[in-house]
């Protein structure tokens, strides 16, 4: 009987050769689809021909809804109502990615990450209009796994019914953005390449970018080293918006934080408004935000101090006068 | 049939270890305490008491130490051969040396090695780590086998692992047709609520703990168990209170005098048909491998004294070792390290003053394996020698949560929960926030307001207690930042530069963690220059 080869057999040179040169091909062979590259080495995602803009639902994207009333979640099941129902956004089979503000490791009374009711409240919202999934998620900035679980949304979320997931890297991909100052940018495609995309942002001010509404929750899926944003903040918040545009922004106004935003210090930091405020285009229902919301900014028109709603006027990404939007309020 | 049960107890212990530092993470909800082991440690809970010269406040964290005392008493040193996760870990390689035949080809090794030479040592380490603490140095953390294992696990084995489960599911879902299939997998895992794989924690000298491991199994392949016979100080000590015990094992009349025991005998405790009840680690391997059935499990004391085998070091072997302990003390009170890097020296949060806590710390590591943001990370020289392996903040790494437990949780921070020895004082919310870990200070050379004059901001946003304050100033472009500049002349701009509040900040690193400058940050946490410790309670 022909004796097995043990690990313990000497091998000669030749055989030991052959078997590093398979051995590296193999792994090199790994390098030919694509293991070990990082994404900044891949070439920038062009925007694909046909578009998948999310072209706005309802006809008119100067549009926003704004609900108050001491129940959150009837204020957010208001503002939808009001721009034509969940139907109007989601369909039956879509994949939906709902994105709310998870930053912060602060509970719920904090106001500084979107308040978990509100959260599944747009959550079984679009699954009653018959979505397949709806996935929450966000790029923290605290630890991840703490304010998922302190900010109360995880539990609110699941409950609800949503796949609640993390962040993961294989998804941000260098991704074109025809932007005055920021040209290209990792991007998560889960939330670019969804079906419906919903941005629930939750309303504070932010050192920075003055105020932190439904562009700068963008900023979310973004990947890379988000602190190189910081610098021209304000021109590169508009650029963000040339890119990527949520199907729905639901700012959650429940609090405005109008003092050490966006983190907060204390429950002092907050005054309790009451409000959801809905539209399909994120810089009008940011500046009727910055126009109508208790910021104490001190300045006659916020514009003045909220630079990166100029640019985004100027660039004519969406409507910022008050006079010019139509808007429809309901009292809960 | 006892050597089954002995390598069932020997795997359940191991498991659970390993179980133990593998679920030692946020969010750390559980009944069993992780650093459980430590507990049962009589040789670290005397170091620390003596060291310390803190018995009462002590006694209850090492309770459990108390039962070990009596399990050895009674069955001699039975947690060496079926509980330390340690020896267990040294038989598991060397089976595996064996069944690979390695042992064999390292022929550099002689295998007719004296069985009882190096015995003796371990009983001069322990004599040597005794009188270090009598003279207030705590040095027994970096030679006790329950820390070498944890630090082993919980620093080297497990974040390796970690990383290569993640690179390789990560790699694997890239992939284009088994990315289908590993996907799911890799994102189950990185998905899964309490977050026990996928930490992306690496730590500092992770290697040099490697490498340490690997000389310790490098010492397997001169003889079986050769730490456990030659150099444990807790295998020393149970050994010593071993002198007596009442569950033991003798050679009876039956013996063919065939030296076969000698020869399976794990730690060499058998000679010239004597056992010696000080070095028996009771795996009863003897007794089952006996041919003539000669070796049986006796209770009570042995018949006669010819049958004990003696090993102890001579008086004289023992007061050298008194004195050379004696001669290394004010060797640990040196202090190598550049000024500089002492001055980063940032501790947990809630950790004793520098003496308490040099003297308490187990050296483990268990509070930076628990640290959900891979904080925590061992000191070489920062500390001084005495320091070495004690934890600190490395902010640039990861920074300290506040808070980092729960909120089901009454302490908020971690780390202290983990803590066998009580290194670090368990705090409150309201207490960690008043809890000063360091202070932070600008360098005003890298801060982009000072040097671009131009607004970032980054760690105003992340400081917990808003200590980061703007003074907003005018800046004539291109020169340094002056104060009295009038702001709206043509050439001037208006910049707020940042400046640290020092009565506010809690040194927690967040600021220096999220710096968008390259390279060093241009803030960094310092240890605080009038640091005042926490009243004891």
Same mark, same amino acid.
């Given at each position: 009987?022909?004796?097995?080869?043990?690990?313990?057999?000497?091998?000669?040179?030749?055989?030991?050769?052959?078997?590093?040169?398979?051995?590296?091909?193999?792994?090199? @062979?790994?390098?030919?689809?694509?293991?070990?590259?990082?994404?900044?080495?891949?070439?920038?995602?062009?925007?694909?021909?046909?578009?998948?803009?999310?072209?706005?639902?309802?006809?008119?994207?100067?549009?926003?809804?704004?609900?108050?009333?001491?129940?959150?979640?009837?204020?957010?099941?208001?503002?939808?109502?009001?721009?034509? @129902?969940?139907?109007?956004?989601?369909?039956?089979?879509?994949?939906?990615?709902?994105?709310?503000?998870?930053?912060?490791?602060?509970?719920?009374?904090?106001?500084?990450?979107?308040?978990?009711?509100?959260?599944?409240?747009?959550?079984?919202?679009?699954?009653?209009?018959?979505?397949?999934?709806?996935?929450?998620?966000?790029?923290?900035?605290?630890?991840?796994?703490?304010?998922?679980?302190?900010?109360?949304?995880?539990?609110?979320?699941?409950?609800?019914?949503?796949?609640?997931?993390?962040?993961?890297?294989?998804?941000?991909?260098?991704?074109?953005?025809?932007?005055?100052?920021?040209?290209?940018?990792?991007?998560?495609?889960?939330?670019?390449?969804?079906?419906?995309?919903?941005?629930?942002?939750?309303?504070?001010?932010?050192?920075?970018?003055?105020?932190?509404?439904?562009?700068?929750?963008?900023?979310?899926?973004?990947?890379?080293?988000?602190?190189?944003?910081?610098?021209?903040?304000?021109?590169?918040?508009?650029?963000?918006?040339?890119?990527?545009?949520?199907?729905?922004?639901?700012?959650?106004?429940?609090?405005?934080?109008?003092?050490?935003?966006?983190?907060?210090?204390?429950?002092?930091?907050?005054?309790?408004?009451?409000?959801?405020?809905? @539209?399909?285009?994120?810089?009008?229902?940011?500046?009727?935000?910055?126009?109508?919301?208790?910021?104490?900014?001190?300045?006659?028109?916020?514009?003045?101090?909220?630079?990166?709603?100029?640019?985004?006027?100027?660039?004519?990404?969406?409507?910022?006068?008050?006079?010019?939007?139509?808007?429809?309020?309901?009292?809960? | 049939?006892?050597?089954?049960?002995?390598?069932?107890?020997?795997?359940?212990?191991?498991?659970?270890?390993?179980?133990?530092?593998?679920?030692?993470?946020?969010?750390?909800?559980?009944?069993?305490?992780?650093?459980?082991?430590?507990?049962?440690?009589?040789?670290?809970?005397?170091?620390?008491?003596?060291?310390?010269?803190?018995?009462?406040?002590?006694?209850?964290?090492?309770?459990?130490?108390?039962?070990?005392?009596?399990?050895?008493?009674?069955?001699?040193?039975?947690?060496?051969?079926?509980?330390?996760?340690?020896?267990?870990?040294?038989?598991?390689?060397?089976?595996?040396?064996?069944?690979?035949?390695?042992?064999?080809?390292?022929?550099?090794?002689?295998?007719?090695?004296?069985?009882?030479?190096?015995?003796?040592?371990?009983? *001069?380490?322990?004599?040597?780590?005794?009188?270090?603490? *009598?003279?207030?140095?705590?040095?027994?953390?970096?030679?006790?086998?329950?820390?070498?294992?944890?630090?082993?696990?919980?620093?080297?084995?497990?974040?390796?692992?970690?990383?290569?489960?993640?690179?390789?599911?990560?790699?694997?879902?890239?992939?284009?047709?088994?990315?289908?299939?590993?996907?799911?997998?890799?994102?189950?895992?990185?998905?899964?609520?309490?977050?026990?794989?996928?930490?992306?924690?690496?730590?500092?000298?992770?290697?040099?703990?490697?490498?340490?491991?690997?000389?310790? *199994?490098?010492?397997?392949?001169?003889?079986?168990?050769?730490?456990?016979?030659?150099?444990?100080?807790?295998?020393?000590?149970?050994?010593?209170?071993?002198?007596?015990?009442?569950?033991?094992?003798?050679?009876?009349?039956?013996?063919?005098?065939?030296?076969?025991?000698?020869?399976?005998?794990?730690?060499?405790?058998?000679?010239?048909?004597?056992?010696?009840?000080?070095?028996?680690?009771?795996?009863?391997?003897?007794?089952?491998?006996?041919?003539?059935?000669?070796?049986?499990?006796?209770?009570?004391?042995?018949?006669?004294?010819?049958?004990?085998?003696?090993?102890?070091?001579?008086?004289?072997?023992?007061?050298?070792?008194?004195? *050379?302990?004696?001669?290394?003390?004010?060797?640990?009170?040196?202090?190598?390290?550049?000024?500089?890097?002492?001055?980063?020296?940032?501790?947990?949060?809630?950790?004793?003053?520098?003496?308490?806590?040099?003297?308490?710390?187990?050296?483990?590591?268990?509070?930076?394996?628990?640290?959900?943001?891979?904080?925590?990370?061992?000191?070489?020289?920062?500390?001084?020698?005495?320091?070495?392996?004690?934890?600190?903040?490395?902010?640039?790494?990861?920074?300290?949560?506040?808070?980092?437990?729960?909120?089901?949780?009454?302490?908020?921070?971690?780390?202290?929960?983990?803590?066998?020895?009580?290194?670090?004082?368990?705090?409150?919310?309201?207490?960690?926030?008043?809890?000063?870990?360091g202070t932070a200070y600008f360098?005003?050379?890298?801060?982009?307001?000072?040097?671009?004059?131009?607004?970032?901001?980054?760690c105003?946003?992340?400081c917990?207690?808003?200590a980061i304050?703007?003074?907003?100033?005018?800046?004539?472009?291109?020169?340094?930042?002056?104060?009295?500049?009038?702001?709206?002349?043509?050439?001037?701009?208006?910049?707020?530069?940042?400046?640290v509040?020092q009565?506010?900040c809690?040194g927690?690193g967040?600021c220096e963690?999220?710096?968008?400058?390259?390279?060093?940050?241009?803030i960094r946490v310092g240890?605080?220059?009038?640091?005042?410790?926490?009243?004891?309670?």
């Amino acid at each position: 009987m022909p004796r097995t080869k043990l690990m313990s057999d000497r091998i000669d040179r030749r055989e030991f050769l052959r078997r590093g040169a398979v051995a590296g091909a193999m792994l090199s @062979g790994l390098r030919l689809v694509g293991c070990g590259k990082k994404d900044g080495d891949a070439a920038p995602v062009e925007p694909p021909a046909v578009t998948t803009q999310p072209q706005p639902m309802t006809p008119n994207p100067n549009m926003v809804a704004v609900a108050t009333g001491a129940d959150a979640v009837l204020n957010t099941r208001k503002v939808v109502e009001l721009l034509g @129902g969940m139907k109007n956004f989601v369909h039956r089979g879509d994949l939906v990615v709902v994105k709310p503000n998870i930053a912060w490791n602060r509970p719920p009374d904090r106001g500084a990450n979107t308040h978990p009711e509100v959260v599944r409240a747009v959550v079984v919202m679009c699954l009653e209009a018959g979505a397949k999934e709806v996935k929450v998620f966000d790029r923290t900035c605290d630890n991840a796994e703490m304010t998922y679980r302190t900010s109360g949304i995880r539990e609110a979320a699941k409950e609800a019914g949503a796949s609640v997931v993390y962040v993961k890297d294989r998804f941000f991909k260098e991704t074109k953005i025809p932007g005055e100052m920021l040209k290209s940018w990792p991007l998560y495609t889960e939330a670019l390449d969804a079906d419906v995309f919903i941005n629930v942002p939750v309303a504070k001010t932010h050192n920075e970018a003055v105020l932190t509404l439904a562009i700068k929750n963008l900023m979310g899926i973004m990947g890379g080293e988000r602190g190189k944003i910081h610098r021209h903040i304000h021109q590169k918040l508009a650029d963000v918006i040339t890119r990527v545009k949520p199907h729905l922004n639901i700012l959650d106004a429940t609090t405005t934080m109008f003092r050490y935003g966006p983190q907060g210090l204390s429950v002092n930091d907050l005054e309790k408004t009451d409000t959801i405020i809905a @539209g399909t285009n994120a810089v009008t229902v940011d500046a009727y935000a910055a126009r109508t919301l208790p910021f104490r900014l001190k300045v006659e028109d916020p514009l003045e101090m909220v630079e990166y709603l100029q640019n985004a006027s100027r660039m004519g990404l969406g409507e910022v006068e008050l006079a010019k939007m139509k808007v429809i309020k309901a009292s809960i | 049939m006892l050597r089954t049960f002995r390598r069932l107890s020997q795997g359940f212990f191991l498991l659970l270890f390993i179980y133990l530092i593998v679920t030692a993470t946020y969010p750390l909800e559980t009944l069993l305490p992780r650093e459980i082991f430590l507990r049962f440690n009589p040789f670290l809970a005397f170091v620390v008491m003596v060291s310390a010269r803190v018995f009462l406040a002590v006694l209850p964290l090492f309770a459990f130490a108390g039962i070990t005392i009596l399990l050895t008493l009674i069955t001699g040193r039975s947690f060496c051969g079926w509980v330390c996760p340690f020896g267990t870990t040294l038989d598991v390689f060397d089976f595996g040396f064996r069944i690979s035949d390695f042992r064999i080809r390292c022929s550099a090794f002689p295998s007719g090695a004296p069985l009882g030479r190096f015995r003796k040592v371990k009983y *001069l380490l322990l004599t040597v780590l005794v009188v270090l603490a *009598l003279f207030g140095v705590q040095a027994g953390g970096w030679f006790d086998p329950l820390s070498l294992a944890t630090r082993t696990y919980g620093l080297v084995f497990f974040p390796f692992t970690d990383w290569a489960l993640k690179a390789g599911l990560g790699a694997l879902a890239r992939v284009p047709v088994l990315g289908h299939v590993f996907a799911p997998v890799h994102d189950f895992l990185h998905d899964q609520e309490i977050h026990y794989v996928f930490r992306n924690t690496v730590f500092r000298f992770s290697l040099g703990f490697l490498l340490i491991f690997g000389l310790i *199994l490098a010492l397997q392949l001169y003889q079986q168990r050769f730490w456990c016979r030659a150099l444990c100080p807790l295998g020393a000590l149970l050994g010593l209170l071993s002198r007596w015990r009442l569950l033991g094992l003798e050679i009876t009349q039956d013996c063919t005098d065939c030296k076969l025991c000698e020869k399976v005998c794990p730690v060499g405790a058998i000679e010239d048909r004597k056992i010696s009840p000080v070095e028996c680690i009771q795996c009863y391997t003897c007794v089952e491998e006996c041919a003539a059935g000669a070796i049986k499990v006796r209770f009570g004391q042995p018949a006669s004294k010819e049958q004990v085998l003696p090993v102890l070091p001579e008086r004289r072997a023992v007061i050298k070792s008194v004195a *050379l302990g004696a001669l290394l003390t004010p060797i640990f009170g040196l202090n190598l390290a550049r000024r500089e890097e002492r001055a980063r020296l940032v501790r947990p949060p809630g950790a004793r003053d520098e003496d308490g806590f040099l003297d308490r710390c187990l050296r483990c590591g268990k509070c930076m394996k628990v640290c959900p943001n891979n904080a925590l990370h061992p000191t070489l020289l920062e500390a001084g020698l005495a320091g070495l392996w004690t934890p600190r903040l490395i902010p640039r790494i990861g920074c300290c949560q506040v808070p980092c437990a729960p909120e089901s949780h009454e302490t908020t921070n971690l780390c202290a929960q983990v803590c066998p020895s009580g290194a670090i004082r368990k705090l409150t919310y309201e207490e960690r926030l008043k809890t000063r870990m360091g202070t932070a200070y600008f360098d005003k050379s890298r801060c982009i307001p000072y040097v671009e004059q131009k607004n970032c901001g980054k760690c105003e946003e992340h400081c917990p207690t808003k200590a980061i304050k703007f003074r907003r100033v005018g800046v004539e472009l291109g020169k340094p930042v002056q104060e009295g500049v009038v702001a709206g002349a043509p050439e001037v701009r208006e910049v707020d530069v940042p400046y640290v509040d020092q009565t506010l900040c809690i040194g927690c690193g967040q600021c220096e963690y999220v710096c968008p400058v390259e390279g060093e940050a241009a803030i960094r946490v310092g240890r605080t220059q009038n640091y005042v410790a926490i009243p004891a309670p």
